[in-house]
């Protein structure tokens, strides 16, 4: 059964940062896709950061490109979401995904968009403050 566990999540200035963690369990496909998401009141779900494992692709939203980094740590098995020069306009809850892939299935930028992964945690929430 896979699981996954955000935490890190919390309250902070405008400009300041915020690591997130996602600590993942029961995963026995050997590759997958990475994602994390975020949801406000009233908006829909948006990939801001994801990766392929085995060094593939890394992206990252407009919107915090230059600002949030995803990372891991294969021998904790939790990734990341470091969040730097936080704004107003990212609060929201913060969820990682995970997806095996599969032949002929989305690739990276797609299944952000989509927000189609097969696993989800239970998210955490980010309030930033002017």
């Known amino acids: 059964q896979v699981q996954l566990v955000e935490s890190g999540g919390g309250s902070v200035k405008a400009g300041g940062s915020l690591t997130l963690s996602c600590a993942v369990s029961?995963?026995?496909?050997?590759?997958?896709?990475m994602g994390w998401f975020r949801q406000a009141p009233g908006k829909e779900r948006e990939g801001v950061a994801g990766f392929t494992s085995g060094g593939g692709a890394t992206l990252y939203a407009d919107s915090v490109a230059g600002r949030f980094t995803i990372s891991q740590d294969n021998a904790k098995h939790t990734v990341f979401l470091q969040m730097n020069s936080l704004k107003a306009d990212d609060t929201a809850m913060y969820y990682c995904?995970?997806?095996?892939?599969?032949?002929?299935?989305?690739?990276?930028?797609?299944?952000?968009?989509?927000?189609?992964?097969?696993?989800w945690g239970q998210g955490t929430q980010v309030t930033v403050s002017s």
């Open positions: 029961g995963y026995t496909y050997r590759s997958y896709f």
């Open positions: 995904a995970m997806d095996p892939p599969q032949s002929g299935g989305l690739g990276l930028a797609s299944k952000l968009r989509s927000a189609d992964f097969r696993y």
